[in-house]
């Protein structure tokens, strides 16, 4: 069974720092581009970036150059280092295959001053 544990979430002020963390299991995650997206309130799933099984990566206009996806395929876990948050950047972040829905909980982001 695939699962998937977002961690890492939490309040920053705007311009803060924070990493994200997702612990894949289940499957052979090496083999598997990952993605992660995003919800913020009242609105739909947002994709946010993704990388390739082979470490290839792209990201929402919103968010280059201000976040990194990463992945060490040792730990079976993706992460997404995010910088120079914005007030546009709260919600709950997912991780999940890239060709699958998201399957955890999640992981909250707030930005506040």
């Known amino acids: 069974e695939v699962q998937l544990v977002e961690s890492g979430g939490g309040m920053v002020q705007p311009g803060g720092s924070l990493r994200l963390s997702c612990a894949a299991s289940?499957?052979?995650?090496?083999?598997?581009?990952m993605r992660w997206v995003r919800q913020a309130p009242g609105k739909g799933l947002e994709w946010v970036s993704f990388?390739?099984?082979?470490?290839?990566?792209s990201y929402a206009g919103s968010v280059k150059g201000r976040f990194t996806i990463s992945r060490d395929n040792a730990k079976n876990t993706l992460y997404l280092q995010m910088s120079s948050l914005k007030p546009e950047d709260p919600a709950v972040y997912y991780c999940?295959?890239?060709?699958?829905?998201?399957r955890g909980q999640g992981t909250q982001v707030t930005v506040s001053s």
């Open positions: 289940g499957f052979t995650f090496s083999r598997y581009g």
């Open positions: 990388i390739t099984s082979g470490g290839g990566t």
């Open positions: 999940a295959k890239i060709d699958g829905p998201p």
